[in-house]
């Protein structure tokens, strides 16, 4: 299974993207998918979280209200909608699947662990 992730890029401070996040190649069988960013000098953090099968997304606080995560099941797609973009939302953004092995709980789904494949990051800059 690969991960095919698009839709970074420079935009200023107030303005928006949209991630995309593609699963290709062979059976594709998982339960969520996750997206994650590293901005330089930090750690790979949680940003948003959706179940296939429906069900309330997963946001970390910082993103609340601004970014919207949704999916394509008949396309095998996530997307990450992001408004009013920040500086401080700067980083590489991953996009991760779990493989279907388990259903992760309302934790699990949150933690980079639970997702055993991932997508090789696009860059999202944001200007002051």
């Known amino acids: 299974v690969q991960l095919q992730a698009s839709g970074g890029g420079l935009v200023q401070a107030g303005g928006s993207l949209r991630l995309s996040c593609t699963a290709s190649?062979?059976?594709?069988?998982?339960?969520?998918m996750g997206w994650f960013r590293q901005a330089p000098g930090k750690e790979r953090e949680f940003v948003a979280a959706?179940?296939?099968?429906?069900?309330?997304?997963y946001y970390t606080d910082s993103v609340k209200g601004r970014f919207t995560i949704s999916r394509d099941n008949a396309k095998s797609t996530v997307y990450l909608q992001m408004n009013s973009l920040k500086p401080e939302d700067t980083a590489v953004y991953y996009c991760?699947?779990?493989?279907?092995?388990?259903?992760?709980?309302?934790?699990?789904?949150?933690?980079?662990?639970?997702?055993?494949?991932w997508g090789q990051g696009t860059q999202v800059t944001v200007s002051s």
């Open positions: 190649g062979g059976t594709f069988s998982s339960h969520a």
């Open positions: 991760a699947a779990e493989d279907g092995s388990e259903y992760p709980s309302s934790y699990e789904i949150l933690q980079s662990g639970t997702y055993d494949y």
């Open positions: 959706i179940r296939w099968s429906g069900g309330r997304p």
